[in-house]
């Protein structure tokens, strides 16, 4: 069974920045994109920025200018670079990679912004 296996997570202060990475733990064909979602106390979880096996990328509107999501294609990692952060942005990073049969979730990393 192919795990996602997420790090980066931690406690920052407002304006600080976290880069969370996320890789599988074995082998998954058919990647047709990769993306982080969060999920805050009392909310649902949401997109906040997804890359395309192209390259295309698309963000959340709270996270733009903020946010950069990447990929290495040879090791099927990705990446999200995570500046500027705000008290808003604490909540549970999950990575998600979607393939033609199937979606995978990691278990998800704890940002907490706050000073």
């Known amino acids: 069974q192919v795990q996602l296996v997420e790090s980066g997570g931690g406690l920052v202060q407002p304006g600080g920045s976290l880069r969370l990475s996320c890789a599988p733990s074995?082998?998954?064909?058919?990647?047709?994109?990769m993306g982080w979602y969060r999920q805050a106390p009392g909310k649902e979880r949401e997109l906040v920025a997804r890359i395309s096996i192209s390259g295309t990328t698309n963000y959340a509107d709270s996270v733009k200018g903020r946010f950069t999501i990447n990929r290495d294609n040879a090791k099927n990692t990705v990446y999200l670079q995570m500046n500027s952060l705000k008290p808003e942005d604490t909540a549970v990073y999950y990575c998600n990679v979607a393939a033609t049969f199937r979606a995978y979730w990691g278990q998800g990393t704890q940002v907490t912004v706050s000073s």
């Open positions: 074995g082998s998954i064909s058919s990647i047709y994109s």
